[in-house]
């Protein structure tokens, strides 16, 4: 009898990836009532950078760039210094909820977190005033929205209010159009490399 008349098991082996680059890591799972659930996985390029999640909610129309760049909900932030930047015109009282998350399961802690307070002007500061480098010496402190005038965000709003509030986000209340900066910085102890 020849090996090709054994038996073979079937296995999935042929369909395993590795790559000496990338790292796989959990992104999300979900769970079922009968107790079986998945997991998804997700490649990570480590020299990229953290995974994070950028979330502003705001009651006016904003613009968001994070170290000059416009802003996706999904990015990589490598480690040093950063600055978000965001531009609302509307000439309403704003409020704005902001956060900067770990991308990964379990992780509600915020990158703002005891940083220093949104900085904020009321005129033109130029061009370039989203980059890192940028000047801010005609921007002042944002006021740190008050619990009522939370409560009194649109019902649209409310919920992704609350949802930043809970994972540590900070909620600020800005008058008529402005240019906002907050910069920040990411340390390799802060969270463990993928």
Do not use: Q
Not at 144 to 158: F, K, L, V
Not at 160 to 182: L, P
């Amino acid at each position: 009898m020849s090996e090709d008349d054994d038996l073979r098991i079937n296995t999935l082996n042929r369909f395993e990836k590795y790559s000496a680059r990338l790292v796989l890591r959990e992104y999300s799972h979900c769970e079922v009532p009968a107790g079986c659930g998945g997991v998804v996985l997700r490649w990570v390029d480590p020299s990229a950078g953290l995974p994070v999640v950028i979330r502003v909610t705001s009651t006016v129309p904003c613009e968001t760039w994070l170290d000059g760049a416009p802003v996706t909900s999904r990015g990589y932030v490598r480690t040093g210094p950063h600055v978000l930047s965001l531009r609302t015109t509307s000439a309403e009282t704003a409020l704005l909820a902001i956060k900067i998350g770990l991308d990964a399961p379990g992780e509600d802690r915020d990158i703002l977190a005891g940083r220093p307070a949104l900085l904020v002007r009321w005129t033109d500061p130029g061009a370039g005033w989203t980059a890192l480098d940028a000047a801010e010496d005609e921007f002042g402190p944002a006021a740190h929205a008050s619990a009522r005038a939370r409560a009194e965000a649109p019902d649209w709003a409310r919920w992704r209010f609350d949802r930043t509030i809970d994972e540590g986000g900070r909620v600020f209340a800005v008058g008529g159009a402005a240019w906002m900066r907050v910069r920040f910085r990411v340390d390799e102890d802060e969270w463990t490399s993928p």
